[in-house]
């Protein structure tokens, strides 16, 4: 099957969107369907772009077809990917090989392509929308021709409650990571862990490794992992993520021999470096950034670190929040913890590092979760059987 991708997204880039769309993209060419991605990009040679793929998203081999929009700037990127789809669409059409299914992240192409050209798309919204975007929004949520997909359950409550609607078309299908990821028994971990670290002697002499993975923004939970190192001078804590900016903010600041701020990772790396800790920390705040003035996505995030750390095995130590026990459980697949009370994140790494079988069961249950329920693919198989309801 022909499947048109419609973003709101600059490829490459480090935003989430970018990433999601990117790994949808992938999983729906996995399930053997010939997708077509419509994106903007910096880089004006087509071939180059696709390259970017694999370099800027460990994306290696991947038959996804990219219809670039260059040279915009600012609100305006959304629209025009909107209008390069519509013209592509036209174009395909008069050859007799439109595409057989249209899923949009795209609120402009949900609206041309599903309401005004009458095509059968799914419209998926990651956040619940204001104004005069608020007021497209909810045109398509309360349409019979549009199916809409959120990204949790919470997110879809805040939205029928704003649009006033019973949500009875709303679907919810949490986020996910990579298919083939394969658990470290504990010998292989250690193996890699001093591979990946060999020659960093500061981190020779520490008895045990906790990772945390993703920005440094405002509501990430940094200073409770710095707190809590403090109490934990044993341990090393690596941290990986953030711009050049953050990471000489985050030093300046930081006081602890033991916590590292190891920068950006590259994605074809991540997945090695999650594997060889022995705990994955994930402190969200109850008011959490994406780096923009005066957002908090914490009521109904489905953060796609989550499904990443699962799928690596690991222990993993998470803050009670709401939208997260949509996923997690805990002292099944994971500990939960009051996401400001330091002591209590202390108490639960020294329970998981000091008790190997309960961190193991924890690791194990996680994984099984993922491959389960939680790879790209299956999220991918999921949004197709709606087409097909």
Not at 138 to 153: A, G, N
Not at 182 to 203: A, C, E, P, Q, W
Not at 330 to 338: A, G, K, P, S, T
Request: net charge neutral; aromatic share 8%; hydrophobic share 40%.
């Amino acid at each position: 099957m022909k499947i048109y991708y419609i973003s709101p997204s600059t490829i490459p880039s480090r935003a989430a969107n970018s990433i999601h769309v990117v790994n949808m993209s992938e999983g729906l060419t996995q399930l053997g369907h010939e997708v077509v991605l419509f994106a903007h990009s910096d880089t004006e040679n087509s071939d180059e772009s696709h390259k970017k793929l694999d370099e800027n998203y460990g994306v290696p081999n991947c038959d996804i077809s990219l219809k670039i929009s260059h040279s915009i700037r600012g609100k305006a990127i959304e629209l025009i990917i909107s209008l390069n789809a519509l013209f592509v669409f036209v174009l395909d059409s008069l050859k007799g090989t439109q595409p057989n299914y249209i899923i949009s992240r795209n609120i402009y192409s949900a609206i041309i392509l599903g309401l005004l050209l009458r095509q059968e798309v799914i419209y998926e919204t990651h956040a619940p929308e204001y104004g005069f975007r608020g007021r497209l929004q909810e045109w398509l949520l309360t349409s019979s021709k549009i199916k809409v997909v959120v990204i949790s359950r919470e997110l879809k409550k805040i939205i029928c409650s704003l649009h006033k609607i019973s949500g009875e078309s709303i679907s919810v299908f949490h986020d996910a990571a990579r298919a083939g990821q394969v658990r470290l028994n504990t010998t292989d971990r250690t193996n890699l862990r001093m591979r990946v670290l060999s020659g960093i002697n500061k981190l020779e002499n520490y008895d045990k490794i906790i990772g945390y993975f993703g920005h440094l923004y405002k509501g990430r939970g940094i200073e409770i992992i710095e707190e809590v190192a403090a109490s934990l001078p044993e341990h090393a804590f690596l941290i990986y993520g953030g711009n050049d900016e953050e990471i000489i903010e985050c030093q300046r600041r930081n006081v602890n021999k033991n916590v590292f701020f190891m920068g950006f990772i590259h994605p074809s790396n991540v997945r090695q470096a999650m594997s060889m800790v022995d705990a994955l920390l994930m402190p969200y705040q109850r008011s959490v950034s994406i780096g923009i003035k005066g957002s908090d996505t914490s009521k109904w995030m489905s953060p796609m670190k989550l499904f990443e750390y699962l799928s690596m095995g690991v222990p993993i130590i998470s803050s009670d929040l709401p939208v997260l026990k949509e996923v997690l459980i805990h002292r099944e697949n994971c500990l939960l913890v009051d996401p400001e009370a330091t002591i209590e994140w202390t108490d639960a790494i020294k329970s998981v590092l000091s008790n190997d079988e309960f961190g193991e069961r924890l690791g194990f249950n996680a994984y099984n979760l993922y491959q389960s329920k939680h790879t790209w693919s299956c999220r991918a198989n999921l949004m197709l059987r709606l087409f097909q309801d």
